[in-house]
Structures are given as C-alpha cells and as structure tokens.
C-alpha cells in the first residue's frame, strides 16, 4: 500500500517523544483524508534546548478519518505499533500585519498517545518560522494561554494548563491565535470551535 510521506511523518511525529510539536510539509493528501487534512515535518520535544527528535520507525498505517465534525476532523492510526488519536482543524480566518504576508496554512492538533499516558496535548503550526525565543497566545473566551515557540510550532507553555484550555475549547466559540515571524509580522487566526467537543469525544473514544 502507498503511503503519503507526510502521513509517515505526522504518525512519527505523533509517537515520537512524550510532548512533540508538528510542522507543516507540502505533499499530496491521502485519499482516505479531508481536503483540510494536515501535513508533518520531523517533530520535536518541548523542551525548546533540544535538537529535533528523528522520525520514529515502523510506521505501517495511514491516519484513518474517524468523523468530520464542522471544521474539526477526528483522526485514529498506528505509530511505531502503538495507537495515536487526535483532532484537526485549520483556521476560518487568518490576517497578517501587514497584510498580505505569504504563509503556509496554520494546522491545530490536540493528540492523545494512550501508551505514552499522553491526552488532551495541543499543538500549532503556524505556517511560518516564529520570531526567536517569542512567546505566542491562544485566547479563548476571556481567558489567554501562552505558548512557547520553536521553529514554526507552539505549544502551551505551562503544560499544567493544557487539561484547562482543552476544557474551555470545548465549549467555546473560537479560539483566537496570535504570533509574530521571523520577519518581523504579526497574524491573527480564529479557529470555529463549533465540532471540536464531538471530535475529541470520537477520537478519545477510540484511543480507550
């Protein structure tokens, strides 16, 4: 069976280390995905000091399309011969300033690795390299999250929160994305939460 790289990739992303950031690669979309379906490059640990994790071996298996749930996709496949889930999403809106900025898409993920004791783990990529040891932020409701960037992904930067803004994604709106490039721009992101609370529920369901 023919296997996308970027599915190999994201799968290695996935259950390569015990928190792991993903970035986007541009390769052709699996058949068995969405239109909205997101790519991977090598992952990478939290741990910002680090040097990018190498893909794990002995992925076999493309992510399967549990359900569409509005702009969220609930996803289930194998890594390594252990079970990853997660759900996707892209944003409904993206603006840089100033405008017209060129980017690649942003992707969210929020993953759960049951052999890893890993769930409810938020993840972006933001679609260009962040500006060096900037913070990002992650509003939803009244409520900011900072997150720590490293090349084109963040994640939240006090991991202690993550089972909080998870929580509150559920039952939110949107979720508002702020960052700042290389270059010096700065880009708004709202992601529709509307399906979110039904994607995590299908994705967790077959992570048990």
């Not at 409701?141 to 998870?166: H, Y």
Request: hydrophobic share 40%; proline share 7%.
């Amino acid at each position: 069976m023919f296997i996308n790289r970027h599915w190999l990739l994201l799968l290695s992303l996935l259950a390569a280390a015990a928190y792991v950031v993903p970035a986007l690669a541009q390769w052709p979309q699996a058949q068995s995905a969405p239109a909205t379906a997101p790519a991977a490059k090598k992952p990478f640990k939290r741990n910002v000091t680090t040097h990018p994790a190498e893909p794990s071996e002995g992925v076999t298996e493309e992510p399967t399309l549990l359900g569409q749930y509005g702009d969220w996709g609930a996803y289930s496949a194998s890594a390594g011969g252990n079970k990853v889930c997660f759900a996707s999403a892209k944003p409904s809106s993206s603006e840089t300033d100033p405008p017209g900025r060129s980017r690649s898409s942003p992707y969210m993920f929020i993953s759960a690795r049951p052999s890893d004791k890993v769930s409810k783990e938020v993840s972006i990529i933001i679609g260009y390299t962040f500006k060096l040891k900037s913070d990002a932020s992650l509003e939803v409701g009244s409520a900011s999250f900072a997150l720590a960037t490293r090349q084109d992904g963040a994640w939240i930067k006090n991991p202690a929160e993550e089972n909080n803004l998870v929580e509150a994604m559920r039952t939110a709106q949107n979720a508002v994305l702020r960052g700042e490039s290389a270059k010096g721009s700065r880009s708004t992101d709202i992601f529709e939460l509307k399906g979110l609370a039904e994607a995590l529920n299908r994705s967790e369901q077959d992570c048990k």
